[in-house]
């Protein structure tokens, strides 16, 4: 089966850097994604590594390491509106994504 | 371009009841899929459908179906709800049919069971 970890909770101030890290254990995949949720919303796309590395997209990066079976989401200039939580989740075939335990990121001014 | 919607958005059902939630991918997009999310267990993979075949199936009893039509418009259904099916049903569509494809998520349906 798949497992990932995420911790449960992060809070920075805004215009401050921060990275939300997820650890798996999982036979096989072939990518880990990252999503936003807000309360009451529905969970939205933020970043895709299908390889080792880092992808950069505006203030958001992912980073994945498949020998570590780490990823890290990191959000530069923090903003209020970035409150939310984050879910890293790993594609194990077509669509199917199973999802990491989730962060919930709590930025102050 | 809309995004995905489902309805109903809330609902309330009592234990032993049946209930049918229904999803519009985005237009275009030919697969679908459900995921159950709780506080308890998280974002949990239900099914996915794509050409009105289903794809996968999560580890959830037989007691959630699903179906997809020739419009791509897709339905779960879940019966003799119990208690502990009481959460966020999210329904989402993909364009494509590579891993890597985006995944859109529509806004939800809160089933509340009784």
């Known amino acids: 089966g798949q497992s990932l970890e995420q911790p449960s909770e992060v809070t920075a101030v805004e215009g401050a850097i921060v990275q939300i890290n997820c650890t798996y254990q999982t036979s096989g995949f072939y990518g880990l994604s990252w999503y936003q949720q807000h309360d009451g919303g529905a969970p939205t796309f933020l970043s895709y590594n299908a390889l080792d590395g880092l992808e950069e997209t505006g203030r958001f990066s992912s980073f994945l390491s498949r020998s570590d079976s780490y990823g890290y989401l990191l959000l530069q200039e923090l903003q209020m509106k970035d409150s939310a939580s984050y879910f890293c989740?790993?594609?194990?075939?077509?669509?199917?994504?199973?999802f990491g335990t989730g962060t919930r990121l709590l930025v102050s001014p | 371009k809309a995004g995905v919607t489902q309805t109903p958005r809330y609902l309330i059902k009592t234990r032993g009841q049946q209930v049918t939630l229904s999803c519009s991918p985005i237009?275009?997009?030919?697969?679908v899929s459900w995921y159950q999310q709780t506080p308890g267990q998280g974002l949990q993979f239900l099914f996915e459908y794509f050409s009105e075949t289903q794809r996968n199936k999560g580890n959830f009893p037989g007691r959630f179906s699903g179906r997809q039509f020739s419009n791509s418009r897709s339905e779960m259904n879940v019966s003799t709800l119990e208690l502990g099916d009481s959460a966020l049903y999210l329904c989402?569509?993909?364009?494509?049919?590579?891993?890597?494809?985006?995944?859109?998520f529509g806004e939800g349906s809160w089933l509340t069971v009784v």
């Open positions: 237009s275009g997009h030919r697969s």
């Open positions: 989740a790993v594609n194990t075939g077509f669509q199917k994504l199973v």
């Open positions: 989402a569509s993909s364009g494509g049919t590579e891993p890597g494809n985006t995944i859109y």
